[in-house]
């Protein structure tokens, strides 16, 4: 990998057995990405990347200027969001094990006296991923069959730069962990962005075709997602 700089925007250039040039900008802050065929020639990507500048603006600010969750804390009386509603975290001191148990408008923390925010975060996030597992297996159930495809192997996972991935060859969509606070309909439409790739690996318009097909107002679903805010330092 080496880096080019294009109207003062540095962009990472990857080269790859590809067929085709590759432009993507990474959220949070407008990290900019180019795959490259192996055979074609840095001035090539230069001119390339030159003449996708306008768009490139654009994409970073969009991401640099959505809304930022304030730092959490994990104290008593902050807001957490679980699929999109809102519930007041309650911390609970005890003796015994660490657990989080979900009422109708809190999330309470039960926590040893003493713990830090990074172990209540850590236990938080687990919780999360508990929370978002017992929901993924019908979801793709569900969009499996209207798409006619299937992952071989999923997972859930932190990732800072994308909502959700796939391996093509191995057929497995790794999830972000994040997508456990947001609405449902966020959920299902990164499920079946990474199922679509499976049937097609770019961004073109046989995947857009693809995603019409299967969830026609996917465009919205991605709208909302990208509207809510992200969280901290992410």
Not at 11 to 40: F, M, T, W
Not at 85 to 110: A, Q
Not at 180 to 189: F, H, Q, S, V, W
């Amino acid at each position: 990998m080496y880096t080019i700089e294009i109207g003062n925007i540095p962009v990472d250039v990857v080269k790859k057995k590809i067929k085709n040039l590759h432009l993507s900008v990474y959220p949070p802050e407008g990290r900019v990405r180019i795959a490259s065929p192996l055979y074609v020639k840095d001035d090539a990507i230069h001119l390339f990347a030159v003449s996708k500048l306008h768009w490139i603006k654009r994409q970073r600010r969009k991401f640099q200027e959505q809304e930022r969750e304030t730092e959490r804390e994990f104290l008593s009386r902050e807001s957490h969001y679980l699929f999109g509603e809102r519930y007041l975290l309650n911390i609970i001191e005890h003796d015994g094990y660490s657990k989080v148990v979900l009422n109708k408008s809190t999330i309470d923390l039960y926590v040893r006296p003493g713990t830090d925010t990074n172990c209540r975060k850590k236990i938080m996030n687990e919780w999360y991923r508990k929370e978002i597992k017992k929901i993924i297996p019908d979801l793709l159930e569900k969009w499996s069959k209207i798409t006619g495809v299937s992952p071989s192997e999923w997972g859930v996972r932190l990732m800072k730069t994308r909502w959700g991935t796939c391996n093509i060859r191995a057929k497995r969509i790794w999830l972000n962990l994040e997508l456990a606070k947001k609405p449902l309909i966020c959920l299902e439409y990164i499920i079946v962005h990474e199922l679509v790739h499976l049937l097609e690996r770019h961004h073109n318009e046989h995947f857009y075709r693809l995603m019409e097909k299967f969830m026609p107002q996917w465009r919205s679903y991605k709208e909302e997602l990208n509207r809510l805010p992200v969280s901290y330092g992410l």
